[in-house]
């Protein structure tokens, strides 16, 4: 399976309802390693650890071709806090 950042993105914007998701491949280019920004009220109330796994889940088929992946995840206020 070929994983890309646009690939990672597209998912997880429309599962998970994400208003802002920026990917960055930090591999070099080689699509093994990704960062990830995730913005989603589905964040909102949950720990840090439930929402690393709500992402890791819809991510599941993609992760078993990827060497490395972090990520960020915030709810839309904790975004907009840190923006403002």
């Not at 992402?55 to 840190?82: G, R």
Request: hydrophobic share 30%.
């Amino acid at each position: 399976m070929s994983v890309s950042a646009e690939s990672i993105e597209n998912k997880l914007k429309n599962e998970l309802n994400a208003s802002f998701v920026k990917i960055e491949d930090i591999s070099g280019g080689c699509g093994t390693s990704y960062s990830a920004i995730i913005v989603s009220e589905q964040f909102k109330g949950k720990p840090l650890l439930q929402r690393h796994r709500l992402v890791n889940t819809c991510l599941q088929e993609e992760l078993k071709s990827i060497h490395a992946f972090t990520q960020k995840t915030y709810t839309e206020d904790q975004w907009e806090k840190m923006n403002n």
